[in-house]
């Protein structure tokens, strides 16, 4: 029988650790234990059948670091992995019972934005990894020892593009249940099912008792099989060997209380033993079997939040949509990420749960700008996000990348659309978003919308996507056009919830197109629609008035706990006052009669964009303010810092307020073309990932009027220099921190002379020194951020 | 799991580049506060260190691990160690979220983006420090004296050697920090070092910033307020 038709169906056990035992055997330090696959190959079948003599069902094969990253024959050690594991398991005489299991264990890097590994190439490391493994004969692929959620996505994604394989994920939680990088049990749990592996457990870190709680957690909210594997406890050392502490007696006794909790799966990890699997099969294999149970919740998560759809309703923020807004288009088109990061931060800060993220303009590259955004936002922000798109490859770029399991907006009831969607969504996971509309139109009663969205569900089971996991939209449109529209309307919600127990959404203020006073109809629609079960409300939280409802909404039907939202919100609410800007006022009064020259000395940003925009609205001239107030006050506060009377902080909070006065006049002369000195690229070079320092040239060349290109941080030579070849640019600034990265700094130089001969190359950083820079090649050693715009102003001036 | 222990806000202005200056504006004061809070709150420190015997000869320092003896050639290090026949090799980070935190911040200002590097700088060390203090405690008790960290990369123990680190305590696997190829960490707020053992309480060796190489250049040094 099949592995897949007996996971959750009976007991099965795993293998227990490896490492302790083949050190015993003589492994030495920094060996790779996956080089005796070809070396040792008796030692590794030893191994590998003393599991299986123990009673295991799953043994892995000796593969856990079996990646490119450490070995350039990565497909001959796996295959020669899986070979070892099917001899040892015939020789056990196991053949009909057992299965090989392709090991699969983190890459050692960590993924992008946090490492350097991008979502893309981790997939490829593992998919080399996991079809050596399959076209061999592995019966199950088993992805361990995860610490990064993203990462086992990416070993997950890569495992069913190779094949169709059963696949095992087991994570590396901390005893307060969280990831590394942040994620708990439930948001992970979420995104592996979403993933559609075949069971979800956890390994590693502690031994089964820390484990206990864990399996508790696992268990409440799982609906696949779980396998625990736990440490012999924890590691010492003792007459230079290394040993643990739980012996196979104690070990075994816990994980009989831990099979009790209704897990499926049993193994051990680090320290754990043959003898410590025999004894826990032992009590463990008669103890009475509980299948896995469904659960019906319902989670939207990112690396490291987990937002519940469910009774309390949830914010959507709805800001990062070009509909309508012309910054915004203006952002997408010029490629500044940073303001769409504003954005995020903004509607996070003013209380949204998830961001819809919307970045469709006919002029751009939707597919590219959607990875970008989503990789950008998700290095900001722990907000869940809401991927917006009609772009069927823009939908599943962004679904790929994304990390952890996402809202998709949106599926409708026609039938080609669901085609499109729906595989999608059933590949990678996510929450979907569905419209009640069809190759008839939009139906104006709620008979007609209730009928498609039943359609849609039956076609979600089809496709093996939970209901749970279907959110359907009550279209919301205004009411100036249909009276009738907002009964519809909230009669659509009402009934989805009744109906199908199911969830609903809203983009809350279509229903005053065309009106005066937009937020008052908002508002109150909002109320209502939560009254009628709306679980999830797109909305700008910025609106103090939709934010009002909401939390007056949540204090009311008794979801705000000690009604500590509320009070937070309001505690210095005055009343008869609009709730029209919610959020923090802008800076106390006195700053008002700083003049711009001042507030960009003192470093007050706020006001020095105000005074900015005053100086325009007198009619001044943007360059004449530019020439006579900012640059002569920049050049003081820079001087002050040469001269060691102003520290790196007020420089750098000058630099804030001069680019928040710089942005008005940007806006102001939206239209008008823009004079700069010239174009100067930055870059952290090769291996280097600090780019504070660099950051902190960007915003200074800026104010003086250079425009940058930041190729950001760890960029190669070529790009560095094919970017100066097509924008012809005169000085390029390199920055590198560590020395070993100034070899990669050298490198560009060299390539820079030898293709765009002429560049003047600037160069700093930590550990530049004047001599290191004539040594390398370099025209000139900027000691900081003030140099580098002298060092520009001697070359453009001349 | 926060911090846990407080960063000293004093050692977040030392790494802002504040050197002697105690009129810090009330403003500035209070975004530095804020920005230790944060990171204090959205620590999730982690440690692993182990003890070895050691080896010091005149120019290397040998460490004896369960498989293999690894060399480190350092002068700096000898000097740090001599006298010891144990170290404890450690291994400790603060968790990702500070990077991003500091990412947070550099959207909008590069101001406070150099106030969260420097909070977190701070937050390690502090962490550091409190993890040390318990150590000598515990070492004295048994009548064994704890030398300084140090750290590869310091003096002439050269960086090569995270390399060692790394694999003798595995660090990725164990508290999940990445060495990347130009062998800086990942989490960027992490440490490695090694804390030399001795029998008597003397500090030989460490000549604190003055015996460093950087000692004249250094923005950070503590001895030249």
Redesign the interface.
Known sequence: MGLRERLGKEWLFCDGGTGSILQGMGLKGGELPETWNLTRPDDIRSLNKSYFDAGSNIVNTNTFGANRFKFDNVPEIVKAAVKICQEARHEAGRDNDAYVAIDVGPTGKLLEPMGDLAFNDAVDVFAEIIKAGYEAGGDVVVIETMSDSYEAKAAVVAAHEVCALPVIVTMVYDESGKLLTGGGVEGTVAMLEGLKVDAIGINCGFGPKQMLPIAERLVKCCSLPIVVNPNAGLPRTENGATVYDVDPEDFSSVMEEIAKLGVHVMGGCCGTTPAHINTMINKVKTLPFIPPVEKNDTYVTSFADCVKIGKKPVIIGERINPTGKKKLQQALRENNIDYILTEALKQEEAGAHILDVNVGLPEIDEPVMMETAILKIQSVTNLPLQIDTTDIEALERGMRIYNGKPMINSVNGKEENIKAVMPLVAKYGGVLVALPLDEGGIPETSDGRIAIAKRIYEAADSYGIPRKDIVIDGLAMTISSDPNSAIATLDTVRRVRDEFSGHSILGVSNISFGLPARELVNSHFLTMAMQNGLSCAIINPCNGPMMASYRSFNALMNMDPNLEEFINAYKDYVAGTSASSSGPKSSSANNTVLSLAEAIERGVTGRAAEAMKEALDSGRESLEIIDSDLIPALDRVGKGYEAGTVFLPQLLMSADAAKAAFAVVKEAMADKPRNTKGQVILATVKGDIHDIGKNIVKVMLENYGYDVIDLGKDVPPEVIVDCAIENNIRVVGLSALMTTTVASMEETIKLLREKKPGTKVVVGGAVMTPEYSDQIGADAYAKDAMATVRYCDSVFDS | ?PLEVEIPLKEIQRY????G?TDIAPE?QEKIRKAADQVSIQS?P?IIS???RITVSEKTVVI?????D?TLESESLVRNLSGCCGALLLAATI???C??L???A??????????Y?AAGAAAIEAFLDDYNEKLKTSYEARGLFLRPRFSPGYGDLK?EHQKDWF??LDI??Q??I?L?????M???KSVTAVIGIGISRERTGCAGCAGCNKHA?CEFSKERD
Request: aromatic share 4%.
């Open positions: 799991m802002m580049g504040y050197r200056i500035m999730h982690r182990r003890e070895y004896h691990a369960d498989n293999e690894v968790g990702p979220a990077d991003m500091v990412r947070r550099g959207v909008t200002s590069a101001a406070e983006a150099s106030i590097q960086l694999r003798l990725t696997k508290i999940g990445e990347t190829d130009s062998l800086l990942v989490p960027t250049t």
